[in-house]
């Protein structure tokens, strides 16, 4: 039995330690928000926060997170979630759509850790979120447009 503390709720999970985060939230708790991609954390679309950092869940045994805080993008809260969401739904950001739960997790990371990005820092921390819509300028303007936000 593993206890892992999702978006401030302890879970208690009855899986294989190795098993990777991702299908824990996945099939074990039906928290379907998280995506499968490529499964060997090169896509980002597995994309989750642990103690605040993004992690890709894909290749992160759950025994490994034990003791950690983990928010998937159901739990996603605070100032720079809210500007986030924000400003993706303001630049309409999503095509497809099933990248951006990853994207969202990285862009509010970046915003949390720093409220004014420079171009490089936004793409050193989207580097690896992979969209195959290419919406990569609406996803890079709403970055900006959430930094401002979140200094407001």
Known sequence: MISLDINGKVREVDVADDMPLLWVLRDE??????KFGCGVAQCGACTVHVDGQPT????LPASAAVGAKITTIEGLSGKAAAAVQKAWADLDVVQCGY????QVMAATALIAENQNPTDADIEAAMDGNVCRCATYVRIKAAVKQAAKLART
Do not use: A, D, I
């Open 29 to 34: 708790l039906n928290m379907t928000g998280t």
């Open 56 to 59: 890709r869940s894909c290749q």
């Open 99 to 102: 990248c951006q739960s990853g």
